[in-house]
């Protein structure tokens, strides 16, 4: 019925139906590859491949989105195709690369997402659900964190206390974030799944499904949480090549070439409220089902008490999660060893403002 679908759509687009399809791996979307094509089906009741029809002719040529052939579809099976691009997920290429090709990588998405950073984007976008439980358009961006904490506190096996210390925390930084409408437009779902190398070069950022304007560090709130959950966050067929130590400098290195990516004040706090507002929105579309002493060391609600007790990702970055904590292999956390690029990685503790 996948491939029935693609077909479906090749027809729709008048292009030709019987052309060789290949099934790619994707997280989200039903994916197939002809040497031209690349045709994506969501089968989700929110036509997010709508908006990214919408944007994908207007972002900068710098990000290398490829080129929009036909969009169409129905609620449910909604479709878009688009010129095929040279290259696979670079979370695909990583474990196999040399320490040289990933710094180059990594000094490469710096700079497409400069240049998208500096996009401002239409203003007519239809609106998302976001990965974030925040809203620029509500009178405080934090207001469907709040609710979505309500409903947390809840669900069954959701410790009431965990849920009271969450709140605390949002109310008392939640200044940091304002103003949160900003007219910077972001990728919105920043893994390497989402980004194309061809072995020498990042050729291109992809799946913009969730692109909106927000402040440009919540795309550093993304990229951050894959490296330290990388597994999480790629398709099933290569998770098990797929390790957190991998990703160890690549915090470090995105700072280092974009450093205006860590540019606010309280900018640790700003990303502990995002890392916050994720999580939130995960367990309650993936309500624990056991106590949380029972559940995986990743799931959403382990990582946000994590994050509650000072242990989570991000406190790793910065150096203050103690050392008798979860070992490196429980968590399946990377952690740079020694000093990654020179100045980079003691300085990252200050452009958090910690």
Known sequence: MALARARGALAAAGLPVEIKLERASSVTNEVWLSDDFAVRINRQPNQRLWREAIIGPLLPTEVGYPTVVAYGGEVGKDWLISRRVSGQPLSRCWPTMTRTLRRQATRELANKLQSLHQFEGPDDLPEIDTPQLLDPHTFRAIDPLLVGLAKAATLEHVPRHLIDQARSIVFGTSSCIEPYRQRTFI???????????????????????????????????VLLRFCAFPFLHVAQDYEHETHASDYAEVPY???????????FDQ????????????DVREILNTPPTKS???????????????????MSHLDRLVGEQPSE??????????????????????????????
């Open 187 to 221: 990728h919105g779902d920043l893994s390497f799944e989402n980004m194309l190398w061809d072995g020498e070069h990042l050729t291109a950022l992809v799946d913009f499904e969730f692109s909106r304007r927000a402040p440009n560090d919540v795309d550093l709130d």
């Open 253 to 263: 290195w995105i700072v280092e070439d974009y450093p205006a990516i860590v540019e």
């Open 267 to 278: 900018q640790f706090e700003r990303l502990r409220l995002y890392s916050i507002a994720y």
């Open 292 to 310: 949380i002493r029972s559940l995986a060391i990743h799931h959403p609600l382990r990582r946000l008490e994590r994050t509650i007790d000072g």
């Open 325 to 354: 904590s979860l070992t490196l292999d429980q968590l399946k956390i990377g952690n740079p060893t020694g000093n990654p690029t020179g100045d980079a990685a003691p300085e990252l503790g200050r452009l958090f403002n910690r």
